[in-house]
Nanobody, 124 residues
Framework: EVQLVESGGGLVQAGGSLRLSCSAS????????IGWFRQAPGKGHEWVSC????????YYADSVKGRFAISNDNAKNTVYLQMNSLKPEDTAVYYC?????????????????WGRGTQVTVSS
């Protein structure tokens, strides 16, 4: 069974850090592109970052560039999102997604596999 599970969310004060994990089972992330998206209360999904696990190329939304870092550990079949200098506007449910043959990694429709999300709350 193909499954993605996010973890690492929580409550943190503004300026703090969290590291989210996206662990895969049932397939090898090394052959996939992985994207992180988030959804704040009352808003639509927003793309955050993505990585091509096979070549290591990384991309970031302007809103998180310089503060967030995506990385992968193929041996652990896990992708991480290190989030630093967190702001209240980063509060959202964060989802990871995976698929092969992704061309536009910032587009939700490119991904068939999704986790259930982890809540990140940043207090001011």
């Amino acid at each position: 069974e193909v499954q993605l599970v996010e973890s690492g969310g929580g409550l943190v004060q503004a300026g703090g850090s969290l590291r989210l994990s996206c662990s895969a089972s049932g397939f090898s992330l090394s052959d996939y592109a992985i994207g992180w998206f988030r959804q704040a209360p009352g808003k639509g999904h927003e793309w955050v970052s993505c990585i091509s696990s096979s070549v290591g190329s990384t991309y970031y939304a302007d809103s998180v560039k310089g503060r967030f870092a995506i990385s992968n550990d193929n041996a652990k079949n896990t992708v991480y999102l290190q989030m630093n200098s967190l702001k209240p506007e980063d509060t959202a449910v964060y989802y990871c997604a995976a698929d092969r043959g992704v061309f536009y990694c910032d587009r939700r429709y490119e991904y068939d596999y999704w986790g259930r999300g982890t809540q990140v709350t940043v207090s001011s």
